[in-house]
């Protein structure tokens, strides 16, 4: 089975440039997460999608960033114009939802792609 | 706001120790616990995943959680230099909820 794709694995801008990534979700995983690390933390919640639904984006700079994954399947995360502050490791993963009897099953782990790494000079 | 705490580290071990792993999560409705490994330059993977009181082994890991205390650990047996990483712990609410992670503690195993 293939994992999340993306791409590209680097990228360097100057800042107030404007720069795109792409994801390819795991067949079949209705669920996308994109994620910012930044060195020395942890993961932080972009946005996730429920197919080509947003479900949270409470953590999204909408001034700046902005994802869509119009189709259902694969997504593009934008930023316009990158900061420096934005430099950081872009994860996107993907995760199969399924609820048996209305109770959380075991199919909710997320998985993850190599990532983008992201410089802002 | 969710939070996830862990200690930052570095924990170090001597190779055949059992590491131990600690986090503490805020949110009482929290339903699935996760443990990934990430070493440097690479994504996040998957180790183990937790959704009951009490122990849960795989090989030579075992997760723990005390929903109680709000509190879940991973236990590292017999550790190799090859488990030196960054060991992230994420928390999860109920269905379509998002995933919160820690801050990840630094592991490193030495030989």
């Known amino acids: 089975e293939a994992g999340v794709a993306q791409s590209p694995r680097y990228k360097i801008i100057e800042k107030r440039q404007s720069v795109a990534f792409w994801c390819n979700p795991i067949?079949?995983?209705?669920?996308l997460y994109w994620y910012q690390q930044i060195l020395g933390q942890g993961p932080k919640l972009l946005i996730q999608?429920?197919?080509?639904?947003?479900?949270?984006d409470s953590q999204l700079p909408k001034d700046r960033f902005s994802a869509e994954r119009l189709k259902g399947v694969d997504s593009t995360l934008k930023i316009q114009p990158a900061k420096l502050e934005d430099s950081a490791v872009y994860l996107c993963?993907?995760?199969?939802?399924?609820?048996?009897?209305?109770?959380?099953?075991?199919?909710?782990?997320?998985?993850f792609g190599p990532g983008t790494r992201l410089t802002v000079l | 706001q969710k939070e996830v705490e862990q200690n930052s580290g570095p924990l170090s071990v001597p190779e055949g120790a059992i590491a131990s792993l600690n986090c503490t999560y805020s949110?009482?409705?929290?339903?699935?616990f996760f443990w990934y490994r990430q070493y440097s330059g690479k994504s996040p993977e998957l180790i183990m995943s937790?959704?009951?009181?009490g122990d849960k082994e795989d090989g030579r890991f075992t997760a723990q959680l005390n929903k109680a205390s709000q509190y879940v650990s991973l236990l590292i047996r017999d550790s190799q230099p090859s488990d030196s990483a960054t060991y992230l712990c994420a928390v999860r609410g109920n269905y379509g909820q998002n995933f919160v992670f820690g801050p990840g503690t630094r592991l490193s195993v030495l030989p």
């Open positions: 937790i959704y009951s009181n």
């Open positions: 949110d009482r409705v929290s339903q699935s």
């Open positions: 999608f429920q197919n080509n639904g947003v479900v949270d």
């Open positions: 067949s079949g995983h209705a669920t």
């Open positions: 993963a993907s995760s199969l939802v399924r609820r048996t009897s209305g109770r959380v099953s075991s199919y909710n782990e997320q998985f």
